[in-house]
């Protein structure tokens, strides 16, 4: 496979559960992503270790701070060597372009820098309580073209905005979509869900799934299918 669409999230509280996961998958079938949870218990160490087994990586820390905080972070993720880091576009454009800015001197070797618009597990309830009352369509187009005029390489948001999305901000600009179900698997905390083949289908280049794999009896077969399913 070239450019493996699935990012498995790697949200393991053991490391070893965590390790033994890991060696059932082949580094072209997938990426792996490092969110809080690891990344808080192991640090960059498990970035290292998951770069020595040949798999890329997105650091999924989505910083939210002022421009020079996050812009010195996403640098060190630079240094890490991971393939993606994310912000949260809601930190602004002067947030999004200082991060921008930090990665210029790592050239073609730097992360692909996307930024979070409504996190898959809001619906319009949640924008309400923080005083939006925008859709949360309206709430991710605002968001993500904000996050193209600064400059960024893409966006997180939920299948449900992709098509629009590619539409408005073209083929060029990355969706990168959590909120991944698998027909007949749990929902979870996930509000804004759709299943592998409808979310490419809507027009997402790379599809976060967590818990339907790395908590199922087969992981890695889980994995295969959702490819084959994709290449199909
Ligand atoms: O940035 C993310 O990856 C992210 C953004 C978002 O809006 N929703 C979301 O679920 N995520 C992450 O995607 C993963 C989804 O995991 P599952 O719900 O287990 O498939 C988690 O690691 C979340 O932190």
């Known amino acids: 496979m070239q450019d493996p669409k699935v990012l498995v999230a790697l949200d393991y509280a053991d490391i070893d ?8 998958l082949e580094p072209g079938s ?3 992503k490092v969110g809080k949870e690891m990344f808080t218990l192991f640090g960059p160490q498990l970035v290292k270790e998951l770069h020595n087994k040949g798999f890329e990586v997105f650091l999924d820390l989505k910083f939210h701070d002022i421009p020079n905080t996050v812009a010195k972070a996403v640098a060190a993720a630079a240094e890490l060597g991971v393939w993606m880091v994310n912000v949260h576009a809601s930190g602004g454009r002067r ?5 921008k800015a930090a990665l210029e001197p790592y050239g073609d070797k730097r992360p692909k820098l996307i930024a979070v618009t409504v996190l898959t597990s809001m619906d ?28 960024l390489d893409g966006v997180v948001c939920s299948a449900h905005e992709a098509k629009m999305l590619k ?3 073209g083929e060029e600009f990355s969706l990168v979509t959590p909120g991944i179900r698998p027909t007949g698997s ?15 289908t809507a027009g997402s280049d790379y599809l976060v799934i967590g818990r339907p794999i790395t908590q199922a009896d087969s992981p890695a077969e889980v994995l295969t299918t959702i490819n084959a399913e994709l290449s199909a």
């Open 17 to 24: 559960q965590c390790m033994a996961f890991v060696e059932q």
């Open 30 to 32: 997938c990426r792996l």
């Open 95 to 99: 947030m999004m372009e200082a991060a």
């Open 124 to 151: 319009q309830s949640d924008l309400l309580e923080l005083g939006i009352e925008l859709s949360p369509m309206q709430q991710v187009e605002r968001l993500a073209t904000l996050t193209k005029q600064s400059g």
């Open 167 to 169: 539409s408005l901000l």
């Open 186 to 200: 749990a929902q979870g905390d996930q509000r804004r869900i759709m299943t592998p083949v409808e979310a490419v």
